[in-house]
């Protein structure tokens, strides 16, 4: 079987220009054309920027327009997709009509390039002229990206074939059979541990954005939360088969991704960004506005741009490329006295809906008549509105700009319009405290039950959020705990590429995307609001889209990669 990789050619860095907060920093512009193996690494300076053109996929999976049209969240139940010329793979999760032939092929491609790119470097990096204990970190940090992109193989499709060290050039058969999940798990988590105590704890001023060793903890924590949850820990899509998960179901599993996230806490090096006296949960706006921040683990680094303000803000800011969230997200805001809606003590009413709701909806969800920047500098509100007449009072009104009636907010400036000439130093976080602490607190919970460690964990997110009272309720049981916790995933972790992991690894998502997604239609007729929720998309899901299809191009090069159940 031969995978596909960038040809040997991918020694030909190319320029990749990425500013940083202040001074210069690992991304900063390089720029090499024509090199070959011996150009590259007898030179120190190729050989960093060789290690450093690695990192420019690492958020390939949580891009917002992975899909030209939409990313994750529009491939399940956070949002809708943008209209399309053609059949996309996120409206093809949405209509459940994916499948191995058009199903997008980054998932593969990209991780094995940088795969097979961190296994040349390891190659060459002993004989580069660089001083032996840069060349330790340098390994260590090649080491945790390579373990980051079978990381990403290992969530989209399960056990995957495992390289080693080697380096396989085109014309090379290059194993094909796929490692049991239990092996790709254990391969990770070592890789993790073998390089957490080589990398610095946090990275700072020209070296802040490079892996270190607490990214390496985190990852590790992800993967195992991720090895412990029902749909891989015994609960397969296709019983007794290792590849897919492991066949038998252990509780200690959970123990192991506890103790893990645990291991992050403890080092006390990362904390929640809190700031609730500017205004209720205004820490948690602006967190994704500040390059460097205190909870960020790792973050895809970038210079100043526009892509988030591109892919959600309306279409009077050149914006609405990516997806619109649903109704059914925007209702699982709860209300600012943390109770949620569909409780009778909550206070919620359906003629103000977002009144008193989570500081986090006003953060995450731009509504009709919210103030927004325009690129005259002024804050102007978005008319998403309908007349009395049924027409649309501007491009950006429900069924003319937005099919759900909403736009996304989350993670953008509020000083920034995808029409600036200027864009944010915002970063995308790839791994922050806010997950670590929710799973910590979801595998005790599994493990051990709502202990008051696991309380902490989840209110401590809720007080960050600005609610008042942040306190869960007291007594609650194993399964509300269960509850309580995916809930605050929902809404703290949206549009950050996580939920639509966590529908399937719960092995909900039978009923998460078997549904109808709903809209808002908001008429105004001088002070008379109506709010009128209306069908968009009916989802569907086949038990098969638990796991990705391998493309069908890479399964019929080699009878010995087989492809995931059901496909």
């Not at 980054?106 to 204990?133: E, S």
């Not at 709701?357 to 804050?379: C, E, F």
């Not at 907010?409 to 600036?420: S, V």
């Not at 809720?462 to 705990?481: C, E």
Request: net charge neutral; with cysteine; aromatic share 10%.
């Amino acid at each position: 079987m031969k995978f596909t990789f960038a040809a040997p050619a991918c020694l030909c860095l190319g320029m990749f220009i990425l500013s940083s907060c202040g001074k210069k920093n690992f991304l900063d512009q390089t720029e090499t054309t024509n090199l070959n193996e011996q150009t590259v690494f007898t030179d120190s300076a190729r050989t960093v920027a060789f290690l450093t053109n690695i990192y420019i996929d690492i958020g390939f999976a949580e891009s917002a327009t992975r899909f030209g049209n939409g990313g994750l969240d529009a491939s399940c139940d956070e949002a809708e997709p943008q209209k399309s010329a053609t059949v996309t793979t996120s409206i093809q999760f949405a209509t459940g009509t994916v499948n191995p032939t058009i199903i997008s092929s980054d998932a593969w491609n990209l991780p094995y390039t940088n795969i097979r790119r961190v296994n040349q470097l390891l190659k060459h990096l002993p004989g580069a002229p660089i001083p032996p204990h840069i060349r330790n970190v340098m390994a260590a940090e090649a080491r945790f990206l390579r373990a980051w992109y079978y990381a990403a193989l290992l969530k989209h499709y399960g056990g995957i074939p495992l390289l080693g060290d080697a380096v396989y050039d085109v014309g090379d058969k290059i194993p094909s059979v796929r490692n049991t999940y239990k092996e790709c798990v254990d391969y990770i988590v070592s890789e993790c541990d073998a390089v957490a105590g080589s990398l610095p704890l946090v990275r700072i001023r020209e070296d802040y954005g490079r892996a270190s060793g607490g990214a390496a903890l985190a990852l590790k924590a992800r993967v195992l939360l991720f090895a412990a949850s029902p749909l891989f820990n015994g609960g397969g899509i296709e019983p007794g088969n290792n590849v897919t998960g492991y066949p038998d179901a252990v509780p200690e599993r959970w123990k192991l991704a506890a103790d893990a996230a645990l291991a992050v806490m403890n080092k006390a090096a990362y904390s929640l960004n809190e700031d609730n006296t500017t205004a209720p949960g205004y820490g948690f706006y602006k967190l994704f506005t500040l390059r460097v921040n205190p909870e960020y683990i790792l973050a895809k680094m970038q210079g100043g741009n526009r892509e988030l303000e591109s892919a959600w803000q309306p279409p009077s800011r050149n914006g609405a490329q990516g997806g619109f969230p649903y109704q059914e997200f925007v209702d699982a805001f709860s209300m600012a006295n943390g109770l949620p809606i569909t409780d009778p003590a909550s206070g919620y009413n359906a003629s103000d809906p977002y009144r008193n709701r989570d500081p986090r909806l006003a953060y995450s969800v731009i509504r009709d008549q919210m103030p927004l920047i325009q690129n005259t500098g002024l804050k102007e509100p978005v008319n998403i509105y309908l007349g009395p007449d049924g027409k649309g009072v501007s491009q950006d009104a429900v069924h003319a700009g937005t099919p759900t009636g909403y736009y996304t907010n989350k993670m953008l400036d509020e000083n920034i319009a995808a029409n600036f000439i200027h864009g944010s130093n915002r970063c995308f976080p790839l791994m922050r405290y806010a997950e670590v602490l929710l799973n910590f607190a979801e595998a005790s919970n599994e493990y051990a039950g709502p202990t008051q460690e696991v309380y902490n964990a989840v209110e401590l997110v809720r007080k960050r959020a600005g609610l008042q009272p942040y306190q869960l309720a007291a007594g609650l049981t194993k399964d509300q705990m269960r509850e309580a916790i995916r809930a605050e995933r929902r809404v703290e972790l949206a549009f950050e590429g996580h939920r639509f992991w966590d529908v399937r690894r719960w092995k909900i998502a039978e009923q998460t995307e078997n549904k109808q997604m709903t809209g808002m239609e908001i008429r105004r007729n001088g002070s008379t609001v109506t709010y009128t929720v209306f069908p968009v998309r009916k989802h569907n899901f086949r038990k098969a889209m638990y796991l990705w299809a391998i493309p069908q191009g890479e399964t019929a090069k080699s009878p010995d990669l087989k492809q995931n159940p059901s496909w």
